[in-house]
C-alpha cells in the first residue's frame, strides 16, 4: 500500500519561500514509476491543481504558479519537491499530494502553508 508524506509547510512572509516535500513509502511504489501532483486547497474554496510531473518527468504548472513554483523528483530519495518562491497570500492553503500509477491512486495528509500580507 503506498503512502505520501508531505511535509515542509509553515508560515511565511509575502515575498518569502517554502520547499514542500512528499515522500512516497511502500517497497514497490517508485516515484519515477508514477505521475506525481500537487494540489491546493483554500477554506471554500474547490481543491485545485498547483504542478505536476509525468512517470517522463514532464511538467505542467497551473498559470498562478508559473514562474514561482518549481516541482522536481528525488529518484534515490523517493521524494517529489515543490520550491515555492514569491510566495503571496493567496497561496495561502492546504497543499496535498497526489500520486497515480497502473496500481491506482492516493493522496497524502496535506500540509498548510500560511503567507502573510
Known amino acids: 500500500q503506498v503512502q505520501l508524506v508531505e511535509s515542509g509547510g509553515g508560515l511565511v512572509q509575502a515575498g518569502g519561500s517554502l520547499s514542500l516535500s512528499c515522500a512516497v513509502s511502500g517497497s514497490i511504489f517508485k516515484v519515477n514509476n508514477m505521475a506525481i501532483a500537487w494540489y491546493r486547497q483554500a477554506p471554500g474554496s474547490q481543491r485545485e491543481l498547483v504542478a505536476e510531473i509525468s512517470r517522463g518527468s514532464r511538467t505542467n504548472y497551473a498559470d498562478s504558479a508559473k514562474g514561482r513554483f518549481t516541482i522536481s523528483r528525488d529518484n534515490a530519495k523517493n521524494t517529489v519537491y515543490l520550491q515555492m518562491n514569491s510566495l503571496k497570500a493567496e497561496d495561502t492553503a492546504i497543499y496535498y499530494c497526489?500520486?497515480?500509477?497502473?496500481?491506482?491512486?492516493?493522496w497524502g495528509q496535506g500540509t498548510q502553508v500560511s503567507v502573510s500580507a
Open positions: 497526489y500520486a497515480k500509477g497502473a496500481w491506482g491512486n492516493a
